[in-house]
């Protein structure tokens, strides 16, 4: 997916040895810690860099120099672009793992600190992938709230489907908090209601459910829908190949349960060469 190069000494005769530039670098302007296991950024958007919302870009820092020749390659991982396509700067929401080969590092960087960025970006879950419908479901598990973080400040969404739907399973209540937080902010986002229309926000649904901590609403989003229950609180119908489409952002175990059960409803699977009525993100791993 994308080309691992270590970075060579750019120096001449004439310029002496220098710290090692980070390869397609771009500065953090912003970092936010939201629990102990979860924090978002920002950094600088590179002038050429285009992509559809909900796409996905390689990212990282240098990794540890090699104890025998002391060099050292970029160490990188594929991330959601949480910020819509239009924004000036480019948003990440992240897990932190604390012996993690990236996370490990990346949970620490600072504004004005650089990281690396590698402008080809990829990935399923864009509107391009799905057939027309009434209705669509946005699936997330933890950190895979980051691509909907993007399709919910995309006009587009709001131009293809007259309800918005977004569930968020998280273990803790706290977890839920970024995702709870970008919602509420789209009502009194001035240029989003101006380009997109005024109210468009009174679209969405938003279901968040906490698995391990005590919250207004318990369990597995996938549980919930096998009862009905999800169906009842949100005041929708069953899902059905007719009105609805979706798209599935989390972990491994999630994506395939969630898979099954919206081919049992009957959905087909899409991709950007093929759209249908769903898509997983198969890069993401909570």
Excluded at 211 to 237: C, H, N, Q, W, Y
């Amino acid at each position: 997916m994308t080309e691992m190069r270590p970075v060579t000494d750019q120096a001449t005769d004439a310029t002496p040895v220098k710290t090692l530039a980070l390869p397609d670098a771009q500065t953090v302007t912003f970092v936010k810690h939201w629990t102990d296991r979860l924090f978002s950024f920002r950094v600088t958007r590179p002038a050429s860099l285009r992509f559809r919302s909900g796409e996905f870009v390689m990212i990282g820092l240098m990794g540890d120099p090699d104890p025998k020749t002391g060099k050292q390659k970029p160490l990188l991982r594929a991330y959601s672009i949480a910020s819509p396509s239009w924004d000036e700067e480019l948003e990440f929401y992240s897990i932190k793992v604390q012996d993690g080969p990236l996370t490990s590092k990346l949970q620490h960087i600072a504004v004005g600190d650089e990281i690396i960025l590698r402008p080809k970006p990829v990935g399923t879950l864009v509107h391009d992938a799905l057939l027309p419908g009434k209705r669509i479901w946005f699936f997330a598990t933890g950190t895979g709230f980051a691509p909907f973080a993007s399709l919910l400040r995309e006009p587009q969404t709001y131009e293809d489907y007259d309800e918005v739907i977004i569930t968020h399973t998280c273990r803790q209540v706290g977890e839920l908090t970024y995702g709870a937080e970008l919602i509420e902010s789209l009502k009194t986002d001035e240029m989003l209601n101006e380009l997109i229309g005024e109210g468009f926000w009174k679209k969405i649904k938003y279901y968040p459910t906490t698995t391990r901590e005590e919250s207004p609403k318990m369990g597995r989003i996938t549980d919930l829908m096998r009862s009905g229950e999800a169906f009842a609180d949100l005041g929708v119908p069953q899902i059905n190949p007719a009105d609805d489409r979706a798209m599935v952002c989390g972990n491994l175990a999630f994506n395939l349960e969630i898979k099954d059960m919206l081919e049992g409803y009957g959905l087909v699977e899409g991709a950007n060469s093929n759209p249908q009525h769903y898509v997983v993100e198969k890069a993401f791993l909570d």
